[in-house]
């Protein structure tokens, strides 16, 4: 019955028959078995990471027991051939037209029609599972996925010539999406093309109003535009719609990161260029991995080289892993999928197409296991190499892995096993990973070093921009200096972007992008940095350890932020460190709550106080100024004190916390340490 209806996650969980009647899939824990599954819908998921799934707290007594007894009542619901058994795991077989977030995802990534996507919508994804953390982190991406449907939407409508309903559907859309610049271009293009030229001009003042009043920032270049060629009555008819049976030369993600204004990068890409250069008129293959820190564009760089080869001629796949990758679907079989659907199966011996059958049950039945996973693995990276082979024999392969680091042992397995069983095939491999991965794990650190040694297998530094690039990235931004910027954001191409949007305070987003870095490599290191943030922007690794109780502790954190590019050492003796990005302290200060800043502005004070530093008068100066923000917990320490009395705050003179490095800070205007203020 539940293969003639369909799942919807798009809201609360909800399955239906072929008459659209609701199917009771059971209570709470059964729901979140489904929903677990349907996050990865085709691919196996482990029993143990269900387990963690669904009892993410605590456990039954018998866990396997109990997922067992709510999968054989849904099986029994849903119809036996439904979720099926595979190894130490199960799989939801449900085709991706009957789910609702894969057309939905499918649509943004140009394999549908995103207005019929977006219709699917009925609230918050996974609605009724909340609180159930693999839904929260799902539910992140539909709604992005969403965004990204409603701007496509309005897109198609201008390029189908319907006006009118182009403006109409913007105007809905503005509702949920009201800062997004091409919803708004749409609603414009949509009324001027309607014959209403007065009513765009006042949509283009509009949205240039609500962002300057609301956010800071001006409107966009290609919306200014818009609103000139509106004025002088120049705007062009778009181009029509591609017909169905179009394929784009990129597949759709890295469509939608070549929408992103790209600078710099000259050196990275003249290497890519011969690289690509090498396996095409060699018919050989190679594999960059392309390293740095979350931001700093690696996939940004991936997708120039990729929209350069697509011009070339040259065959484009991407496969993209996540934080599930590692017990669902590799990478790479995602990107022969995506490319089967787009272009069809090329012609392979039934062995093959019946190996691939086993992760991609839409190519019929698969092929079955030996059991003998060795074998397996085996059987399925020469069935990946056949299609492989077939492809780059009409043209050469790039294939870009994005974020390789959540990408699991059997990923790592397949692309060596394909690499080294296939020397002749005109493949250039263009992969992405942080420079230190998440949970650095030792597993991950084993799998990067075999991957290596194999001769084929380069590496490729990604590092800031430098001010010319970050000047170009700015555009005609004439109240941002490029230096300035390069400098807070490290040349970050995503801290820059924050910048230009927020150039004087911390913005949201930003703030909680570091703060999930800091997270992911520990709670002690997320204290430890919280105190230094409260220091300054530079600061003496013993006065860390004298404001906080646990020294080891303190130790161990800062040498993992270090290695995870947080912290730089300022001296060959390692005794003082300073923030990478000014950007990266001032989320850190910005996240303590008011209380939590004045007390630890306190015991900073005493910390200096206890160091006896050799300059009395300094640190009495860095005492006051600590003291100014600590109120009632600054009743420790006194050798500032006389200071603040004097006038009831630090003198204008005094030195921020980093005098106590010996270099001031300017006193800036902002509630956070980012321009200079602590």
């Given at each position: 019955?539940?293969?003639?209806?369909?799942?919807?996650?798009?809201?609360?969980?909800e399955v239906v028959d072929g008459n659209d009647t609701l199917i009771?899939?059971?209570?709470?824990?059964?729901?979140?078995?489904?929903?677990?599954?349907?996050?990865?819908?085709?691919?196996?998921?482990?029993?143990?990471?269900?387990?963690?799934?669904?009892?993410?707290?605590?456990?039954?007594?018998?866990?396997?027991?109990?997922?067992?007894?709510?999968?054989?009542?849904?099986?029994?619901?849903?119809?036996?051939?439904?979720?099926?058994?595979?190894?130490?795991?199960?799989?939801?077989?449900?085709?991706?037209?009957?789910?609702?977030?894969?057309?939905?995802v499918r649509a943004t990534a140009g394999e549908g029609n995103p207005?019929?996507?977006?219709?699917?919508?009925?609230?918050?994804?996974?609605?009724?599972?909340?609180?159930?953390?693999?839904?929260?982190?799902?539910?992140?991406?539909?709604?992005?996925?969403?965004?990204?449907?409603?701007?496509?939407?309005?897109?198609?409508?201008?390029?189908?010539?319907?006006?009118?309903?182009?403006?109409?559907?913007?105007?809905?859309?503005?509702?949920?999406?009201?800062?997004?610049?091409?919803?708004?271009?749409?609603?414009?293009?949509?009324?001027?093309?309607?014959?209403?030229?007065?009513?765009?001009?006042?949509?283009?003042?509009?949205?240039?109003?609500?962002?300057?009043?609301?956010?800071?920032?001006?409107?966009?270049?290609?919306?200014?535009?818009?609103?000139?060629?509106?004025?002088?009555?120049?705007?062009?008819?778009?181009?029509?719609?591609?017909?169905?049976?179009?394929?784009?030369?990129?597949?759709?993600?890295?469509?939608?990161?070549?929408?992103?204004?790209?600078?710099?990068?000259?050196?990275?890409?003249?290497?890519?260029?011969?690289?690509?250069?090498?396996?095409?008129?060699t018919a050989s293959n190679r594999l960059v991995l392309l390293t740095?820190?979350?931001?700093?564009?690696?996939?940004?760089?991936?997708?120039?080289?990729?929209?350069?080869?697509?011009?070339?001629?040259?065959?484009?796949?991407?496969?993209?892993?996540?934080?599930?990758?590692?017990?669902?679907?590799?990478?790479?079989?995602?990107?022969?999928?995506?490319?089967?659907?787009?272009?069809?199966?090329?012609?392979?011996?039934?062995?093959?197409?019946?190996?691939?059958?086993?992760?991609?049950?839409?190519?019929?039945?698969?092929?079955?296991?030996?059991?003998?996973?060795?074998?397996?693995?085996?059987?399925?990276?020469?069935?990946?190499?056949?299609?492989?082979?077939?492809?780059?024999?009409?043209?050469?392969?790039?294939?870009?892995?994005?974020?390789?680091?959540?990408?699991?042992?059997?990923?790592?397995?397949?692309?060596?096993?394909?690499?080294?069983?296939?020397?002749?095939?005109?493949?250039?491999?263009?992969?992405?990973?942080?420079?230190?991965?998440?949970?650095?794990?030792?597993?991950?650190?084993?799998?990067?070093?075999?991957?290596?040694?194999?001769?084929?297998?380069?590496?490729?530094?990604?590092?800031?921009?430098?001010?010319?690039?970050?000047?170009?990235?700015?555009?005609?931004?004439?109240?941002?200096?490029?230096?300035?910027?390069?400098?807070?954001?490290?040349?970050?191409?995503?801290?820059?972007?924050?910048?230009?949007?927020?150039?004087?305070?911390?913005?949201?987003?930003?703030?909680?992008?570091?703060?999930?870095?800091?997270?992911?490599?520990?709670?002690?290191?997320?204290?430890?940095?919280?105190?230094?943030?409260?220091?300054?922007?530079?600061?003496?690794?013993?006065?860390?350890?004298?404001?906080?109780?646990?020294?080891?502790?303190?130790?161990?954190?800062?040498?993992?932020?270090?290695?995870?590019?947080?912290?730089?050492?300022?001296?060959?003796?390692?005794?003082?460190?300073?923030?990478?990005?000014?950007?990266?302290?001032?989320?850190?200060?910005?996240?303590?709550?008011?209380?939590?800043?004045?007390?630890?502005?306190?015991?900073?004070?005493?910390?200096?106080?206890?160091?006896?530093?050799?300059?009395?008068?300094?640190?009495?100066?860095?005492?006051?100024?600590?003291?100014?923000?600590?109120?009632?917990?600054?009743?420790?320490?006194?050798?500032?004190?006389?200071?603040?009395?004097?006038?009831?705050?630090?003198?204008?003179?005094?030195?921020?916390?980093?005098?106590?490095?010996?270099?001031?800070?300017?006193?800036?205007?902002?509630?956070?340490?980012?321009?200079?203020?602590?």
């Open positions: 019955m539940a293969r003639e209806g369909g799942f919807r996650v798009l809201g609360p969980l009771d899939v059971g209570g709470p824990r059964q729901r979140a078995v489904l929903a677990a599954l349907l996050t990865s819908p085709r691919a196996t998921v482990s029993t143990e990471s269900l387990i963690d799934a669904v009892w993410p707290h605590a456990l039954p007594l018998r866990p396997r027991r109990a997922l067992q007894s709510y999968l054989a009542r849904l099986r029994h619901r849903l119809g036996n051939d439904l979720i099926q058994r595979r190894g130490d795991g199960y799989a939801v077989l449900v085709e991706p037209e009957d789910l609702d977030a894969d057309l939905l207005c019929a996507a977006l219709d699917l919508w009925r609230g918050a994804p996974f609605q009724d599972l909340a609180h159930w953390p693999p839904a929260q982190a799902q539910s992140a991406r539909l709604v992005q996925s969403r965004a990204e449907a409603a701007a496509l939407c309005v897109e198609h409508d201008i390029r189908a010539s319907r006006f009118t309903q182009a403006a109409s559907r913007a105007r809905e859309l503005l509702i949920d999406h009201r800062y997004d610049e091409r919803i708004w271009s749409g609603l414009i293009q949509g009324l001027y093309h309607s014959g209403q030229q007065i009513d765009a001009l006042e949509a283009a003042r509009d949205v240039r109003q609500l962002l300057r009043g609301e956010l800071g920032v001006d409107v966009g270049p290609e919306l200014a535009a818009l609103e000139t060629e509106v004025l002088r009555r120049t705007v062009a008819l778009p181009a029509p719609s591609a017909s169905v049976g179009d394929h784009p030369a990129l597949p759709g993600l890295l469509r939608r990161y070549g929408e992103r204004f790209f600078a710099g990068r000259e050196s990275e890409l003249a290497l890519l260029a011969q690289c690509w250069s090498d396996v095409t008129h740095g820190e979350p931001g700093i564009g690696k996939t940004q760089l991936a997708t120039e080289l990729a929209r350069r080869v697509a011009g070339d001629g040259g065959l484009v796949l991407y496969g993209g892993a996540t934080v599930e990758t590692s017990s669902g679907l590799s990478p790479l079989i995602e990107a022969v999928r995506t490319q089967v659907r787009s272009i069809g199966m090329p012609d392979v011996s039934p062995r093959d197409r019946a190996v691939l059958a086993r992760l991609l049950p839409e190519l019929g039945d698969p092929a079955p296991a030996t059991g003998d996973s060795d074998v397996d693995r085996a059987d399925l990276a020469a069935s990946v190499a056949g299609v492989l082979s077939r492809w780059a024999g009409a043209k050469p392969l790039l294939v870009v892995l994005d974020d390789l680091h959540w990408a699991g042992r059997s990923t790592f397995s397949l692309v060596t096993s394909i690499l080294r069983a296939s020397p002749s095939l005109r493949m250039l491999v263009v992969a992405t990973m942080r420079d230190v991965p998440p949970d650095t794990s030792h597993q991950l650190d084993e799998l990067i070093g075999d991957l290596l040694r194999l001769p084929m297998v380069s590496t490729l530094p990604v590092s800031g921009l430098d001010v010319p690039a970050v000047a170009a990235l700015l555009g005609e931004r004439s109240d941002l200096e490029p230096a300035e910027v390069a400098r807070r954001s490290g040349g970050s191409p995503l801290y820059v972007s924050y910048l230009i949007a927020c150039p004087h305070t911390s913005d949201h987003d930003i703030e909680a992008s570091i703060l999930a870095r800091v997270g992911r490599v520990g709670t002690g290191v997320a204290a430890a940095l919280r105190t230094a943030a409260v220091i300054g922007e530079r600061f003496p690794v013993g006065l860390l350890l004298e404001a906080m109780p646990d020294r080891a502790a303190v130790v161990d954190s800062l040498g993992r932020a270090e290695a995870a590019r947080l912290l730089d050492p300022v001296d060959d003796c390692g005794q003082q460190l300073r923030f990478r990005h000014r950007v990266v302290r001032s989320a850190l200060y910005d996240s303590l709550s008011t209380t939590e800043r004045a007390r630890m502005h306190g015991a900073v004070a005493e910390a200096i106080e206890r160091r006896s530093e050799p300059d009395p008068g300094l640190a009495a100066g860095a005492i006051a100024w600590h003291l100014a923000r600590a109120g009632p917990f600054g009743d420790g320490s006194s050798r500032g004190r006389p200071a603040v009395a004097a006038n009831g705050r630090a003198p204008e003179h005094t030195a921020p916390p980093m005098s106590t490095t010996g270099e001031q800070e300017r006193p800036g205007r902002g509630r956070g340490p980012g321009d200079g203020s602590s």
